[in-house]
């Protein structure tokens, strides 16, 4: 079957990182990638990975390992405004994306 | 318009009812999409459109239609609501199908089915 994993709720300190796992079984995997959606707000385009490695975009980094299926996101200097859930989603065969349930972030001062 | 768009907002719908959700992109994109959001669940796929024309099932169509006469315009209807179609649903599109191509979300629309 299809599956993503990724944990419910996380807290972190403001300044500080997080790393936020997830974990996928696809079938035909075609890429994964990370979406930021604030409360009542539309899920927004953060990161894509489809070969193994570590890729850097600012503050937030994200991560593949194909073999272990296998993904995390990296949120470095972390501010207020990253208080947001961070939906994991992984591409299939027919590149139709799989979502994970999301991770809510809360950050404290 | 700049980027996607979704009407209504919001609606409190009577069980039974038709519904039409409308979603309307200005990018140009050939792909579009139509999930629901529950609490506690990822994002579901209920149908897509790889291009103006064509429509495809995803993973929860029951109860649910589309259609893409164009390639700015992509209606989401109900024929006949149900309650467990109260949801938040979210029109979506990207360049393509495929690939690393990101989807662009609309803002939602919050359906209340009593």
């Known amino acids: 079957g299809q599956n993503i994993d990724q944990p419910t709720e996380m807290t972190a300190t403001e300044g500080a990182i ?9 079938s035909g995997f075609n890429g994964l ?8 707000e539309a899920p927004t385009f953060l990161s894509y990975n489809v070969l193994d490695g570590l890729e850097e975009k600012g503050r937030f980094s994200s991560f593949l390992s194909r073999s272990k299926g296998y993904s995390y996101l990296l949120l470095k200097e972390l501010q207020m405004k990253d208080s947001a859930s961070y939906l994991c989603a992984s591409s299939d065969s027919n590149y139709q994306l ?3 349930a999301g991770t809510k972030l809360i950050i404290k001062p | 318009i700049a980027g996607i768009t979704q009407a209504p907002t919001s609606q409190i719908l009577a069980a039974g009812r038709r519904m039409t959700l409308r979603c309307t992109q200005d990018m ?20 897509y459109s790889n291009t103006a024309g064509t429509t495809g ?13 164009n390639t700015d315009d992509f209606p989401l209807t109900l024929a006949s609501a149900v309650p467990s179609q109260t949801s938040v649903y979210f029109c979506a599109s990207s360049s393509n199908l495929g690939g690393g191509n990101e989807q662009f979300f609309g803002p939602g629309t919050r359906l209340t089915v009593l």
């Open chain 1, 98 to 100: 799989i979502w994970g």
């Open chain 1, 33 to 40: 990638f990370w979406y930021q959606q604030h409360a009542g």
């Open chain 2, 28 to 47: 140009r994109h050939n792909a579009m999409y139509w999930y629901r959001q529950d609490l506690g669940l990822g994002l579901r796929l209920i149908h």
């Open chain 1, 18 to 26: 997080v790393q936020i796992n997830c974990t996928y079984q696809t």
């Open chain 2, 57 to 69: 099932k995803g993973e929860v169509p029951d109860g649910y239609s589309v259609s893409r006469a």
